[in-house]
């Protein structure tokens, strides 16, 4: 195998040495073999990769848009021919199974292949006045250059979610990925160039959190960005939210999730076993649309948990690279914070799943392991029933392979455990019967809603985000997250010959308002 390459930040598309810490990546299914190395940049390398992207972004601007729409096209061209050795890369880099890893970077297709025809579109309106002879327009404007911050456990597609309408838009971009996910990033940084897309218009800055936070104040104080998104945690994107309040900039934010799962009595129980098993762990759990807590009827609790159960004692885990539920926890971070997960439940909670809890290792096996647990960081799964909403495994994001369980009598019961933590992504009901599923549609804080089917999996072109603690309400995919990406600058053109002034220059007919037939 050839030595991994050292990889860092690409400034204008030229790689900088910053002199900072060289960091290690290894595959967490392997976690004796390096995958990349990557020299961290510090704050002035932010600073500076935002002030080159501000400069550049009249530039990129000026290109027409159905134009930046063909560079979307041939990306999108160019990460098909590239699928395969991207998902490769995303199952070593994070250890996702490969078939989602296919998913994954099909994500990120589909959303250039939306955005490619966006770019003949970004549609504005003519708009009728309320006086002769003048014209109203709308334009949509890109906002300018963004900062774009994301998470690990989607390399490619969240990414995407942001970089393609960003730059379709008109907008330039500094991108900082998780630096565990380097080998990644800068693969999808060289498709995006290969596109034709100029190497000004993306920066690809590799920092550590809080270089990043200097990095993005420097650039914030000196005007230099006009919009951040951020992928990640809740408490990161308060704080984040916080510093662009302070600049008055507005970020989006698609923050953690707690995402119920409510089983009615008139479920199609088999349904909601499948769609428990992967929202509960499918990613291990390391998805922000994972199962936060299963919801079920006291009538059908029993059924449906021992039905879960052995679903879970019965899924394939282990190697990603072969047909598994899930492989290894994305990174040692988020193995050491699950463990400290194991250690919250309470003498109240009954686990099953799996004959042990924590790690899967040679001497705290799991029957029917694929591959060598030993070589990597695996986890247990674990359903824990019996949660009450006064619990820690209720109220916070547990980010790996737990299923919390709660039962409930009645629906108004189900939606107050639905709400109850504050998070507010996506939830999903099993039902039959269309009362249920409309009434929990409306009810629910989540900004999305799934019938029959599990939280996690949005399709690339419906609304993605969430409220309360999963974000301030903006929405990413399809043609919504283009409000994110520019704003509305409306125009007014008087070609009267004299002044007209609105709401009083208005020759309204009369009406007479003592009519009565
Ligand atoms: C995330 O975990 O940040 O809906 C995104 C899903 C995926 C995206 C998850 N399409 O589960």
Same mark, same amino acid.
């Given at each position: 195998m050839t030595e991994p390459a050292e990889l860092s930040s690409l400034i204008d598309g030229a790689p900088v040495d910053t002199g900072g810490q060289l960091l290690e990546r290894t595959d967490p299914a392997h976690v004796d073999q390096v995958v990349s190395r990557v020299r961290l940049g510090d704050e002035r390398t932010f600073a500076h990769a935002a002030a080159l992207a501000h400069a550049a972004q009249p530039d990129w601007a000026a290109v027409p848009a159905p134009v930046r729409g063909v560079a979307i096209h041939d990306l999108a061209n160019i990460l098909t021919a590239n699928k395969e050795a991207l998902s490769?890369?995303?199952?070593?880099?994070?250890?996702?199974?490969?078939?989602? +890893?296919?998913?994954?970077?099909?994500?990120?297709?589909?959303?250039?292949i939306y955005f490619a025809a966006e770019g003949r579109r970004l549609h504005g309106m003519t708009v009728p006045s309320e006086m002769p002879d003048k014209e109203l327009f709308t334009y949509r404007k890109p906002v300018g250059t963004m900062a774009v911050i994301t998470a690990g456990n989607f390399p490619v597609a969240v990414p995407s979610w942001y970089l393609v309408p960003a730059l379709l838009a008109g907008n330039t971009v500094v991108w900082k990925p998780a630096e565990y996910t380097p080998a990644i990033a800068d693969a999808f940084a060289r498709c995006v160039r290969a596109a034709g897309i100029p190497d000004s218009a993306l920066q690809l800055v590799f920092c550590d959190g809080p270089t990043t936070s200097e990095g993005l104040e420097s650039a914030l104080a000196a005007g230099h960005l006009q919009k951040v998104g951020f992928t990640g945690s809740s408490e990161v994107g308060r704080s984040i939210a916080a510093r662009c309040g302070r600049h008055l900039v507005s970020p989006t934010l698609e923050l953690g999730g707690k995402n119920p799962l409510v089983v009615m009595p008139d479920a199609p129980l088999d349904v909601a076993v499948e769609g428990a098993l992967f929202s509960g762990f499918g990613t291990a759990g390391q998805r922000c649309t994972s199962l936060g807590v299963a919801i079920v009827h006291s009538s059908v609790h029993e059924e449906f948990l021992s039905r879960f159960t052995t679903a879970v004692e019965q899924a394939a885990i282990g190697d990603p690279t072969q047909d598994v539920l899930y492989g290894p926890m994305i990174d040692e971070r988020f193995d050491a914070r699950f463990t400290a997960w194991l250690d919250k439940l309470e003498p109240h909670h009954r686990t099953s799943g799996s004959s042990a809890l924590g790690r899967i290792t040679s001497s705290n096996p799991r029957e029917g392991f694929v591959g060598d647990p030993d070589a990597g960081l695996y986890q247990h799964p674990v359903i824990v029933d019996g949660v009450t909403m006064d619990d820690t495994i209720y109220q916070e994001e547990t980010f790996g392979p737990i299923a919390p369980v709660t039962s409930f009598d009645t629906f108004d019961e189900a939606l107050t455990l639905a709400n109850g933590h504050g998070y507010g992504l996506s939830a999903s009901i099993y039902t039959t019967r269309p009362e249920h599923a409309f009434n929990f549609r409306s009810g629910v804080s989540a900004g999305m809603v799934s019938v029959n089917n599990s939280t996690s999996g949005a399709e690339a072109h419906l609304p993605f985000g969430g409220n309360g603690r999963s974000g301030t309400g903006g929405r990413? +995919?399809?043609?919504? $997250?283009? *409000?994110? $990406?520019?704003?509305?600058? +409306?125009?007014?053109? *008087?070609? +009267?010959?004299?002044?007209?002034?609105?709401?009083?220059?208005? *020759?309204?007919?009369?009406?007479?308002?003592d009519f009565r037939l």
């Open positions: 490769q890369l995303v199952t070593r880099e994070i250890g996702k199974p490969y078939t989602e +890893s296919l998913g994954e970077v099909q994500e990120a297709i589909d959303t250039c990413l +995919s399809g043609h919504w $997250v283009l *409000d994110q $990406v520019t704003t509305w600058q +409306s125009m007014n053109w *008087d070609f +009267s010959g004299k002044l007209q002034k609105a709401q009083m220059d208005v *020759d309204a007919p009369e009406a007479d308002h």
